[in-house]
């Protein structure tokens, strides 16, 4: 024998929780009709800048995207070891006597300045190097 269920679609209106579980039906109407009314693009939007804003404020992703926007850098300077280096110097000294006395008749009294220039320039080229890269 075979028994049909019927189930309401309208909840019955009984005293004892009929109307709570009425309003909670109706609840989820509105729910359901808010989101359905909202559409997609709204939610997408939003989920899209709460995703962007997690991005921005999360610790653990910012040191992820610092680390892999230093990587070319890191590859410069790794490089950069295998490069020509040029230096330039230059240096520049005054020396200033005064003179008292002295047995010498050229130096016997004054006073005599003494100015000094160096000048160095260097290019080196490392043939072999072997910190890694």
Not at 4 to 10: L, Y
Not at 95 to 122: H, K
């Amino acid at each position: 024998m075979k028994q049909n269920i019927v189930v309401p679609v309208v909840p019955s209106l009984e005293l004892s929780g009929g109307i709570v579980s009425f309003m909670r039906y109706w609840a989820w109407l509105v729910l359901l009709g808010s989101f359905m009314l909202s559409g997609p693009s709204a939610r997408a939007e939003d989920l899209i800048q709460v995703y962007k804003l997690a991005q921005e404020r999360d610790p653990t992703f910012q040191s992820s995207r610092y680390v892999y926007l230093a990587s070319p850098e890191r590859l410069r300077q790794a490089y950069s070891g295998l490069l020509p280096t040029l230096s330039i110097e230059g240096e520049y000294i005054e020396t200033r006597q005064d003179i008292v006395s002295s047995d010498n008749a050229v130096f016997a009294t004054g006073s005599t300045d003494f100015p000094t220039s160096t000048y160095t320039v260097s290019l080196v080229q490392p043939i072999f190097q072997y910190s890694p890269l």
